[in-house]
């Protein structure tokens, strides 16, 4: 796919991290961006900032996504790009010792199911809504293609820590998504891929940094090669090749320092 003025994209959750990192990619090679997330201010800050267009979206709603499309295709046209960036989970161990009452304690099953709503679920409203605008819209070049989908998974859903199985758990159900998504949509030449990212220095990761800069000395080094946390801008990157290039399709893709996560 070329990527240049005359395509539009979705990117959600880019109003900070990987999301605004994907955004600002996409703008600069003159791609038309439209912004989904929550935080209004700082959406509206980097739609500015990018020429693009912020719509406040809840990806956990399925009428505050469908209004969202609405708008940026109201200013941009049909995407054909999805950057799904956004994420809504939950945490804690599946059995946990409560000092209180002095026994073990199970984490509740609604934890599980938020992260399923905000991971999996969202993954597929957000991709499937997408999906549905490119196949109504014609082919972009000679291989027939009509857009791409970029999910966002996580090196957490390979190499799980302590205390991510909602995570962990919601973002190996991404993984096990792409591949018949892509199958799904083959015959409307419409690409699906995930990117599972390691340890990143987004605004989370820095504030570590800040607060306990040991711990994130430790982080830094424990990735084998290069011995940093990611930089957004490579995530971004990342991004616009799976757009640019349309051989990419039906993959799970580690960008992570060949980092491989420790029990904790």
Same mark, same amino acid.
């Given at each position: 796919?070329?990527? #240049?003025?005359?395509?539009?994209?979705?990117?959600?959750?880019?109003?900070?991290? =990987?999301?605004?990192?994907?955004? $600002? *990619?996409?703008?600069? *090679?003159?791609?038309?961006?439209? &912004?989904?997330?929550?935080?209004?201010?700082?959406? $509206? $800050?980097?739609?500015?900032?990018?020429?693009?267009? /912020?719509?406040?979206?809840?990806?956990?709603?399925?009428?505050?996504?469908?209004?969202?499309? $609405?708008?940026?295709?109201?200013?941009?046209?049909?995407?054909?790009?999805?950057?799904?960036?956004?994420?809504?989970?939950?945490?804690?161990?599946?059995?946990?010792? #409560?000092?209180?009452?002095?026994?073990?304690?199970?984490?509740?099953?609604?934890?599980?199911?938020?992260?399923?709503?905000?991971?999996?679920?969202?993954?597929?409203?957000?991709?499937?809504?997408?999906?549905? +605008?490119?196949?109504?819209?014609?082919? =972009?070049?000679?291989?027939?293609?009509?857009?791409?989908? &970029?999910?966002?998974?996580?090196?957490?859903?390979?190499?799980?820590?302590? +205390?991510?199985?909602?995570?962990?758990?919601?973002?190996?159900?991404?993984?096990?998504?792409?591949?018949?998504?892509?199958?799904? =949509?083959?015959? =409307?030449?419409?690409?699906?891929?995930?990117?599972?990212? +390691?340890? /990143?220095?987004? @605004?989370?990761?820095?504030?570590?940094?800040?607060?306990? @800069?040991? &711990?994130?000395?430790?982080?830094?080094?424990?990735?084998?090669?290069?011995?940093?946390?990611?930089? @957004?801008?490579?995530?971004?990157?990342?991004?616009?090749?799976? *757009?640019?290039?349309?051989? /990419?399709?039906?993959?799970?893709?580690?960008?992570? +320092?060949?980092?491989?996560? @420790?029990?904790?």
């Amino acid at each position: 796919m070329k990527i #240049d003025n005359t395509i539009a994209a979705v990117v959600t959750g880019g109003a900070s991290g =990987l999301g605004r990192a994907s955004a $600002e *990619a996409l703008a600069a *090679a003159g791609v038309k961006v439209a &912004i989904f997330d929550v935080n209004e201010a700082g959406g $509206e $800050e980097v739609a500015k900032a990018i020429g693009g267009v /912020f719509c406040k979206v809840d990806i956990t709603s399925e009428d505050s996504v469908v209004a969202g499309f $609405e708008k940026a295709r109201a200013a941009h046209g049909q995407e054909r790009v999805l950057v799904h960036c956004a994420v809504v989970t939950g945490g804690g161990k599946t059995i946990s010792f #409560d000092k209180d009452s002095g026994r073990y304690k199970r984490n509740p099953t609604e934890m599980i199911a938020r992260s399923a709503e905000g991971i999996f679920t969202a993954s597929y409203r957000l991709a499937s809504h997408a999906a549905l +605008g490119m196949a109504n819209s014609d082919a =972009l070049n000679e291989d027939g293609e009509r857009g791409c989908i &970029i999910l966002t998974s996580s090196a957490a859903s390979q190499d799980g820590q302590i +205390g991510q199985v909602a995570y962990g758990g919601g973002k190996g159900a991404v993984n096990s998504m792409v591949l018949p998504m892509a199958r799904d =949509l083959m015959d =409307l030449g419409i690409r699906v891929n995930a990117i599972l990212p +390691g340890i /990143f220095a987004t @605004p989370p990761m820095l504030a570590v940094q800040d607060r306990a @800069p040991a &711990i994130f000395a430790g982080l830094e080094a424990s990735v084998p090669f290069p011995k940093r946390l990611g930089k @957004p801008a490579e995530f971004g990157s990342l991004v616009c090749e799976l *757009a640019r290039n349309t051989y /990419f399709n039906g993959q799970c893709i580690r960008l992570d +320092g060949a980092i491989r996560m @420790p029990p904790k």
